[in-house]
Nanobody
Framework: HVQLVESGGGLVQPGGSLRLSCAAS????????MAWFRQAPGEEREEVAA??????VYGDSVKGRFTISQDTAKRTIFLRMNNLKPEDTAIYYC????????????????????WGQGTQVTVS
């Protein structure tokens, strides 16, 4: 059973930065498309970014502010979030699904069959 464990969330002021981490067990991130999603209260789960097969993609609301990266040796992906805004407040989830590259389907949460428990990010 694949496990994903997120960390790094917290409270930050507008304009600040955070780095989230997602550690994967039993497989290397290079063999999967791995993504970050977020969900605010009363809202649908929203795509943030994904990485797989050397390709990175971003949601429109975070382009230019967030950066996704991975450390294959540590089986970990990261999300560096800069210039945070109050509207970035949400629970951030790590997700993974088999596939060397993240295709156009990457924005669909139902494409992923492994999820972490989430980490809260509050910008206030």
């Amino acid at each position: 059973h694949v496990q994903l464990v997120e960390s790094g969330g917290g409270l930050v002021q507008p304009g600040g930065s955070l780095r989230l981490s997602c550690a994967a067990s039993q497989y290397a991130p290079s063999d999967y498309c791995m993504a970050w999603f977020r969900q605010a209260p009363g809202e649908e789960r929203e795509e943030v970014a994904a990485i797989g097969g050397g390709k990175t993609v971003y949601g429109d609301s975070v382009k230019g502010r967030f950066t996704i990266s991975q450390d294959t040796a540590k089986r970990t992906i990261f999300l560096r979030m800069n210039n945070l805004k109050p509207e970035d407040t949400a629970i951030y989830y790590c997700a993974a699904t088999a596939g060397f590259a993240c295709g156009t389907w990457w924005k669909n949460p139902r494409a992923y069959n492994h999820w972490g428990q989430g980490t809260q990010v509050t910008v206030s």
